[in-house]
């Protein structure tokens, strides 16, 4: 069964840099038609999609966090990466990596990891 | 963005009962939409996707139904596993959205 986990700081200090790494085992992320996501959830909050690479290298980012947000795969590493440039204290939530299945144009994030809480304060 | 609007936000039921969780798209997402289950400290587990598919796993007391803009979850003769958050999330048109969930309490 594919698995992933997060890691990275916990604690990141305002206008600097977040940057959070999901090791994938069990599968290769440069193999299937599958897309490497991310999302993260504010604190009592709901679900935000923050974007993904695929497979074959794409990125597709949400339009809101664009300009300040960049998904990177490294296949040598099973791993995909997520960085966050400028964060406030807006940015304090748990981020998940997930995978997301594609069957034709049905789409869903079937495997999660278990999240990393990341709190951005001085 | 499509928004994605649940209803109710939150409800307490007792074992046994059925309940219903409703979600409405701000256009016409077809059925490309997925439900979620979420424990309180556990990330989301996929639990519908198309709007009727059962995902591998859950119990056939969970169904799901809809499409265009109204979708429901319905969860029959409720257990006390059932307890948690219930998201839905369109894939239709990116960038991808959630409901802002629905918590099942029991009572």
């Known amino acids: 069964q594919v698995q992933l986990q997060e890691s990275g700081p916990g604690l990141v200090k305002p206008s600097q840099s977040l940057s959070l790494t999901c090791s994938v085992t069990?599968?290769?992320?440069?193999?299937?038609?599958?897309?490497w996501t991310w999302i993260r959830q504010l604190p009592g909050k709901g679900l935000e999609w923050i974007g993904y690479?695929?497979?074959?290298?794409?990125?597709n980012y949400n339009p809101s966090l664009k300009s300040r947000v960049t998904i990177s795969a490294d296949t040598s590493k099973n791993q995909f990466s997520l960085m966050f440039t400028s964060v406030t204290a807006a940015d304090t939530a748990m981020y998940y990596c997930?995978?997301?299945?594609?069957?034709?144009?049905?789409?869903?994030?079937?495997?999660w990891g278990q999240g990393t809480m990341v709190t951005v304060s001085p | 963005d499509i928004q994605m609007t649940q209803s109710p936000s939150s409800l307490s039921a007792s074992f046994g009962d059925r309940l219903n969780i409703t979600c409405r798209a701000s256009?016409?997402?077809?059925?490309?939409l997925n439900w979620y289950q979420q424990k309180p400290g556990k990330a989301p587990k996929v639990l519908n996707f198309?709007?009727?598919s059962l995902q591998s796993g859950f119990s056939l007391r969970f169904s799901a139904s809809g499409s265009g803009t109204d979708f429901t979850l319905a969860i029959t003769s409720l257990q006390p596993e059932d307890f948690g958050t219930y998201y839905c999330?369109?894939?239709?048109?990116?960038?991808?959205?959630f409901g802002q969930g629905t918590t099942v309490e029991i009572k």
């Open positions: 256009q016409n997402i077809r059925g490309y």
């Open positions: 069990n599968g290769s992320i440069g193999s299937g038609m599958y897309f």
């Open positions: 690479v695929g497979y074959s290298g794409s990125t």
């Open positions: 997930a995978r997301e299945s594609r069957d034709g144009f049905h789409y869903r994030l079937d495997i």
């Open positions: 999330q369109q894939t239709y048109g990116s960038p991808w959205t």
């Open positions: 198309d709007a009727s």
